[in-house]
C-alpha cells in the first residue's frame, strides 16, 4: 500500500489541506488503487478538477493536472480529450461543482458521451466556502443558507446524469471503499462518459449542521442508510424507501464523442459531405 501512495501521490505537497475526518482522502486512495488496477500510464493520464475542497485532489495526485475554475472542469477536460484522445481524463469535481455553477457544462459531457471519467464528491453541501447549500443537499437538512432546513428538492444526480446520457452510472459511499475502487475502474474501462458519485462526509461543513457531530457518526449514517442496488431488487418498495441506492446503477453502449469527431473529420478530408 505504501508504494501505491508513492507512486500515485506528491509526497512533497503534503500535509494536505483536509479537516481531520474530511471523506476525501478516502475517495483519493480508492482512486489510488483503481489507477494501480488498471495499470495506467501516469504521463498518457491527466487528471483535471474544479474548485472546492474536493478538487484540491489534483494538488496531490501524480498525473498531469489541471486543477481549474470552479464549475468548469469538464470544459477543460473536454478541450485535453478533443486535442489528445488517447490520453486517459479524469475528473473530480465537488456537488455544488458539478451540479450547480457547472451543471451545464455536466448535462452537455453526458448528452456528447464523452471519453472521460468524472468522480463526483458528493458531500451534500459547499465545504470549502463553509457550508452553503448546493442542488445537492437533501431537502430538509441545514446550511448557512438554509438555517431552517433546505426547502428545495435535491436532485438525485445518478438519475440526473443517466437522463443527460451518460452510459455509466454508480454510486459508492466512502464506507464501502473497496466497492469505490471497482466503480471507478469499471468506470476507466467504459468508452463513453461516466460517472462516478461518491457519497462523502464533510463533519465540518454538513455534520456539525445536520446532528452529525463525528466523521464516524456520519460513516456509520452511510452504512446504515445505504443498500446495493442488486439487493434492492429483491425487496418491497416499502422497505427501500429513503436508503440511497449503491453499485453499478447504469451501463450501456453508445456512440461516443472524439471517435465520432474523427469519423466526421476522416469523411470531410476524404471529400465526403
Ligand atoms: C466563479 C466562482 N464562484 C464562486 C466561488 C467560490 N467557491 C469556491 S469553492 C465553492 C463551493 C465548493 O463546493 P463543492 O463544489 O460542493 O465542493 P467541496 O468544497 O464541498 O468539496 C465556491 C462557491 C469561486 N471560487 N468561483
Ligand atoms: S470543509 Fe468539509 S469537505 Fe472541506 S476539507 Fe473540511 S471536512 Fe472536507
Given at each position: 500500500m505504501d508504494r501505491i501512495y508513492e507512486k500515485y501521490?506528491?509526497?512533497?505537497?503534503?500535509?494536505?489541506i483536509w479537516c481531520p475526518g474530511c471523506g476525501n482522502g478516502i475517495v483519493l486512495s480508492a482512486f489510488a488503487r483503481a489507477m494501480e488496477e488498471l495499470g495506467v500510464d501516469q504521463d498518457q493520464t491527466v487528471v483535471v478538477s474544479g474548485i472546492g475542497c474536493s478538487s484540491r485532489a489534483t494538488t496531490y495526485v501524480?498525473?498531469?493536472t489541471l486543477h481549474t475554475t470552479h464549475g468548469r472542469a469538464l470544459a477543460f477536460a473536454t478541450g485535453v480529450k478533443l486535442a489528445e484522445p488517447r490520453l486517459n481524463v479524469f475528473v473530480f469535481m465537488g456537488d455544488g461543482d458539478s451540479t450547480a455553477i457547472g451543471g451545464n457544462h455536466l448535462i452537455h459531457a453526458c448528452r456528447r458521451n464523452i471519453d472521460i471519467t468524472a468522480i463526483i464528491i458528493n458531500n451534500?453541501?459547499?465545504?470549502?466556502?463553509g457550508g452553503q447549500y448546493s442542488p445537492?443537499?437533501?431537502?430538509?437538512k441545514k446550511a448557512t443558507t438554509a438555517?431552517?432546513?433546505?426547502i428545495e428538492r435535491n436532485f438525485d444526480l445518478c438519475e440526473l446524469v443517466k437522463g443527460a446520457g451518460a452510459t455509466f452510472v454508480a454510486r459508492g459511499t466512502t464506507y464501502h471503499a473497496k466497492q469505490l475502487t471497482d466503480m471507478i475502474v469499471a468506470g476507466a474501462k467504459n468508452k463513453g462518459f461516466s460517472v462516478i458519485e461518491a457519497v462523502s462526509q464533510?463533519?465540518?461543513?454538513f455534520g456539525r449542521r445536520n446532528k452529525m457531530r463525528s466523521p464516524l457518526e456520519m460513516i456509520q449514517w452511510l452504512k446504515e442508510n445505504t443498500i446495493n442496488v442488486k439487493a434492492a431488487a429483491k425487496l418491497k418498495p416499502e422497505d427501500i424507501k429513503g436508503k440511497i441506492l449503491i453499485g453499478e446503477l447504469y451501463n450501456t453502449e453508445a456512440p461516443e464523442y472524439t471517435a465520432e469527431y474523427d469519423r466526421l473529420i476522416a469523411r470531410v478530408q476524404g471529400g465526403g459531405k
Open positions: 501521490f506528491r509526497t512533497d505537497r503534503l500535509p494536505h501524480d498525473f498531469n451534500n453541501i459547499y465545504g470549502m466556502t445537492l443537499t437533501p431537502t430538509g438555517p431552517y432546513g433546505m464533510c463533519p465540518v461543513s
